[in-house]
């Protein structure tokens, strides 16, 4: 089993920038891949970007490229997506996810296993 739980969450203008971290514990060395993702308000989840952990290598969807990034701290086991240049279109509650089965389709959240319980992101006009 491998346990996430996301924090960082919060208000923000639109134009500002909010980190998010996700811990892990567990099993987490069967990890391959940390995926975020998002979900608004009447709106299905959708994907925001994903990193191998071995590689670094990342992956991001084009609605956030170039404003988000997402890196992490092997040593605390913990994957941070910091986000630049919110607009309010990025509110959302936003879920830290893991998966043990590759790096192949990552941004599909049916190949993800464990999953945090999410945190509130709001961007005010």
């Known amino acids: 089993q491998v346990q996430l739980v996301e924090s960082g969450g919060g208000l923000v203008q639109a134009g500002g920038s909010l980190r998010l971290s996700c811990a892990a514990s567990?099993?987490?060395?069967?990890?391959?891949?940390m995926g975020w993702f998002r979900q608004a308000p009447g709106k299905e989840r959708e994907f925001v970007g994903a990193?191998?952990?071995?590689?670094?290598?990342?992956y991001y969807a084009d609605s956030v490229k170039g404003r988000f990034t997402i890196y992490r701290d092997n040593a605390k086991n913990t994957v941070v997506l910091q986000m630049n240049s919110l607009k309010p279109e990025d509110t959302a509650v936003y879920y830290c996810a893991a998966r043990s089965g590759g790096w192949y389709s990552s941004f599909d959240s049916v190949k993800y296993d464990y999953w945090g319980q999410g945190t509130q992101v709001t961007v005010s006009s």
């Open positions: 990193i191998h952990c071995s590689s670094g290598s990342t």
């Open positions: 567990g099993r987490t060395f069967s990890m391959t891949t």
